[in-house]
C-alpha cells in the first residue's frame, strides 16, 4: 500500500529518485520478503548515486573538456609515440595534483597531446577533483576582454579556483 504523504514528503525534501524507487518497491511484491533495513537501504542508495552522477556530470559539463569521452584505458602506446605506460599510469592517480605539481604535455601536432590531457583530466573528475579546460587564444581573448571591462581579477580567480587547470594551444 503507497503511502502518499510519505512519497509527497520525499518529494518536498527533494528525495524524487528515493520516492520513486519506494513506489517501485510497493508495486513489486518480490520486495515484501526483503527486511526494512536491507529496504531502506536501496533507496539511499538509489538517491546517493543519482546526485554523484549529477555531480559527475555538473563537473565533466563545468570542466568543459574538448574530448570528455577520452580514457586513459583508450591511450595508444603505440605507433612510435613515445609513451611511457607507467607514467601515465602513475599521473591517473592524481597524486601530481594533491602534492601540487605541474605537468607539461608536449609533442608534435596530431600526437595526442589534447586527448592524453582529457583522459587524465577525466581521471581527476572521476575523483571528483574540480578541472577546468581552455584553449591558451581563448583565454588570452578572455583576459583581454576583461582587462578593458575592469572585471580583470575575476575572471582570473574563475581559473585559479579548480585544482587541476589545462591549457591547450590547440586549435579549435
Given at each position: 500500500?503507497?503511502?502518499?504523504?510519505?512519497?509527497?514528503?520525499?518529494?518536498?525534501?527533494k528525495?524524487?529518485?528515493?520516492?520513486d524507487?519506494?513506489?517501485?518497491?510497493?508495486?513489486?511484491?518480490?520486495?515484501?520478503?526483503i527486511?526494512?533495513?536491507?529496504?531502506?537501504?536501496m533507496?539511499?542508495?538509489a538517491?546517493y548515486?543519482?546526485?554523484?552522477?549529477?555531480?559527475?556530470?555538473?563537473?565533466v559539463?563545468?570542466?568543459?573538456?574538448d574530448?570528455?569521452e577520452?580514457?586513459?584505458?583508450n591511450?595508444?602506446?603505440?605507433?612510435?609515440?613515445?609513451?611511457?605506460?607507467?607514467?601515465?599510469?602513475k599521473?591517473?592517480?592524481?597524486?601530481?595534483?594533491?602534492?601540487?605539481?605541474?605537468?607539461?604535455?608536449?609533442?608534435?601536432?596530431?600526437?595526442?597531446?589534447?586527448?592524453?590531457?582529457?583522459?587524465?583530466?577525466?581521471?581527476a573528475?572521476?575523483?571528483?577533483i574540480?578541472v577546468?579546460y581552455v584553449?591558451?587564444?581563448?583565454?588570452?581573448?578572455?583576459?583581454?576582454?576583461?582587462w578593458?571591462?575592469?572585471r580583470?581579477?575575476?575572471v582570473l580567480?574563475?581559473?585559479a579556483?579548480?585544482?587541476?587547470?589545462?591549457?591547450?594551444?590547440?586549435?579549435p
Amino acid at each position: 500500500m503507497l503511502n502518499n504523504a510519505t512519497i509527497d514528503k520525499l518529494i518536498t525534501m527533494k528525495l524524487k529518485v528515493m520516492a520513486d524507487a519506494y513506489i517501485l518497491q510497493e508495486q513489486d511484491p518480490s520486495y515484501r520478503d526483503i527486511e526494512f533495513s536491507d529496504r531502506l537501504a536501496m533507496l539511499v542508495d538509489a538517491q546517493y548515486n543519482q546526485r554523484q552522477d549529477n555531480r559527475m556530470k555538473r563537473l565533466v559539463k563545468t570542466a568543459a573538456l574538448d574530448q570528455p569521452e577520452a580514457s586513459v584505458m583508450n591511450i595508444d602506446y603505440h605507433s612510435g609515440r613515445n609513451l611511457n605506460r607507467r607514467m601515465i599510469q602513475k599521473l591517473a592517480t592524481c597524486e601530481y595534483i594533491v602534492d601540487s605539481l605541474n605537468i607539461f604535455i608536449t609533442g608534435a601536432t596530431g600526437s595526442g597531446k589534447t586527448y592524453l590531457a582529457c583522459a587524465l583530466a577525466m581521471e581527476a573528475l572521476k575523483q571528483y577533483i574540480t578541472v577546468k579546460y581552455v584553449r591558451l587564444s581563448d583565454f588570452l581573448l578572455e583576459c583581454t576582454v576583461a582587462w578593458d571591462e575592469k572585471r580583470y581579477d575575476k575572471v582570473l580567480q574563475t581559473y585559479a579556483k579548480p585544482k587541476l587547470l589545462i591549457i591547450t594551444n590547440g586549435l579549435p
